[in-house]
């Protein structure tokens, strides 16, 4: 298993909506994000979940990557999924990474990466015992305008028997 998680700015946004960035300590212990992803999710304007992922940030479980990402790929991604793909490929077998965008995920995928999502959080919440509803923790995302593909959701709530 990855011993360095490094997360994107739209499951920050997501967890942080469902009140489950607490969740990712359990599940991970300390989880990095690249400097890029902390411009996009605590930028001057409020957007959502902006107050909880500061303070996860200042409860120290979630770091700002602390080196430079050499830039060992260069795509056609926003900055954020560039640095967490770059900074996987910087450190193969070594990063799990938390990225929900298709393309994102079909670049780290190809180049080798482990790669999760908001949703198998979600799954790995539940089944860990820290939530007592996947069903519930999807519907809040969804009227928030968050989206997961039905396929997606209904494939987690079978695994865990919702």
């Known amino acids: 298993m990855a011993r360095i998680v490094v997360i994107d700015a739209s499951p920050l946004i997501g967890l942080a909506i469902v009140d489950g960035l607490k969740w990712l300590p359990p599940l991970f212990g300390t989880v990095f994000l690249p400097e890029s992803?902390?411009?996009?999710?605590?930028?001057?304007?409020?957007?959502?979940?902006?107050?909880?992922?500061?303070?996860?940030?200042a409860a120290?479980?979630?770091q700002i990557w602390p080196e430079p990402i050499e830039p060992l790929l260069e795509i056609d991604l926003d900055a954020g999924e560039t640095?967490?793909?770059?900074?996987?490929?910087?450190?193969?077998?070594?990063?799990?990474l938390i990225m929900d965008e298709r393309t994102g995920r079909a670049v780290a995928k190809e180049k080798g990466l482990f790669v999760t999502g908001t949703a198998a959080i979600i799954g790995q919440a539940k089944r860990q015992g820290l939530i007592s509803s996947a069903r519930?923790?999807?519907e809040k995302l969804h009227d928030s305008d968050f989206r997961i593909s039905t396929a997606v959701i209904n494939q987690i709530l079978a695994s865990v028997n919702e």
């Open 37 to 57: 992803v902390k411009q996009e999710v605590l930028p001057e304007k409020e957007v959502p979940g902006k107050q909880a992922i500061a303070q996860a940030i």
């Open 60 to 62: 120290s479980w979630l």
């Open 136 to 138: 519930a923790v999807f």
């Open 83 to 96: 640095d967490c793909i770059n900074l996987g490929l910087s450190r193969a077998n070594e990063v799990l």
